[in-house]
């Protein structure tokens, strides 16, 4: 049985797709996937792949990253890192352009949670409240995360205190997102 955020990424990745096929006459297709292995491969050209969200096998979560630092993460995060493997999806959150961060394969999902505990590991050294990062924004700096405390999506630029509430749930973050192709 999915969860609110499982349900509401599938949703929202559906969504993605189907701007695909109304625009673009196909799946999503990325070129920075070619040559990288994935079940979400469809079709492979010359210089891209075209690729479609897949259930992610086996079962997994983000405990690796929790065991590391010996916290609790929101089920939420988990939720969301482990419930499919997909490409990166670009989206619009009101006006705000989006990257919304997924697991390419199993190998990528191991990397996603060493790039995460980094993350976590920096935001305890600078004595701030721990964060889920879960899309990226055109400035490096700004990243949207899951507040590993309250459970809120937040804008926050990396390595301040600088926070802005975007959604009170993952779940709701994710059905306020427009696909962007």
Request: with cysteine; aromatic share 8%; net charge negative.
């Amino acid at each position: 049985m999915q969860n609110e955020v499982q349900q509401a990424l599938a949703t929202f990745s559906a969504r993605y797709c189907e701007a695909w096929r109304q625009q673009r006459g196909c799946l999503p297709v990325s070129e920075e996937y070619i040559g990288i292995s994935s079940p979400c491969i469809v079709t492979t050209h010359p210089d891209a792949v075209e690729w479609q969200p897949q259930p992610f096998t086996p079962e997994d979560s983000l405990s690796a990253v929790e065991k590391a630092l010996d916290i609790v993460i929101q089920p939420d995060a988990h939720a969301f890192y482990a419930s499919q493997y997909a490409g990166d999806m670009q989206a619009k959150h009101a006006e705000l352009p989006l990257m919304l961060l997924q697991a390419w394969s199993q190998d990528d999902f191991r990397r996603v949670q060493e790039n995460l505990i980094g993350h976590l590991v920096t935001q305890k050294r600078l004595k701030l409240s721990p964060t889920i990062f879960i899309a990226t924004l055109d400035s490096e700096l700004d990243v949207i995360s899951l507040c590993n405390l309250t459970g809120e999506v937040l804008r926050e630029t990396l390595g301040t205190r600088e926070r802005r509430v975007l959604a009170p749930t993952l779940s709701t973050f994710l059905e306020q997102l427009d696909p962007l192709v």
